[in-house]
């Protein structure tokens, strides 16, 4: 995430924020320090339009996700809009969506949402929830 919205996160959550450990990283520089329960992403999956990019996210999401973990991402939908933050993007239905994450990943549960943007757009989300393959 921005470092700008993370210090408007912070500054919302006033003291609270000591309670979250804040990280600022580049997902292709990232190396996790330990393994987390619960990793969630929200558009950003999305932005990663070359197959080596989503490799490099996968090996990410496999060395930070601990055994038992769950893994939450959102992307555009199929048939939602093709930029996003006035980047291409690459949309996915459910199926598409988990196919990525085969056979590392399990399919647990998956959501369609028609997301309303502050400026009262509509943006079609497509939400996989998976867990580790053992
Ligand atoms: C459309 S915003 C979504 C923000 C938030 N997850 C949400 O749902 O409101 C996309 C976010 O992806 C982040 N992002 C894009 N490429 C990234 C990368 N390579 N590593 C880490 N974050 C990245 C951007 O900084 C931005 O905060």
């Not at 408007?8 to 450990?21: D, I, S, W, Y």
């Not at 990410?60 to 939602?80: E, M, N």
């Not at 598409?96 to 994450?101: D, K, N, T």
Request: glycine residues 6%; contains cysteine.
């Amino acid at each position: 995430m921005s470092k700008v919205a993370l210090d408007n996160t912070k500054a919302r959550l006033g003291p609270t924020a000591e309670q979250v450990h804040w990280l600022h990283r580049d997902i292709f520089d990232w190396i996790p320090e330990r393994r987390f329960d619960l990793w969630h992403d929200r558009a950003v999956f999305h932005f990663l339009m070359d197959a080596d990019e989503r490799e490099s996210y996968l090996h990410v999401l496999r060395s930070g996700i601990a055994p038992g973990g769950w893994v939450i991402i959102a992307t555009f939908d199929a048939h939602g809009p093709t930029h996003c933050s006035g980047l291409p993007v690459v949309r996915y239905s459910p199926t598409e969506l988990a196919q990525i994450f085969a056979p590392h990943f399990n399919l647990i549960d998956t959501r369609s949402e028609e997301h309303l943007t502050p400026a009262g757009l509509v943006q079609p989300f497509t939400w996989v929830t998976l867990s580790p393959s053992s």
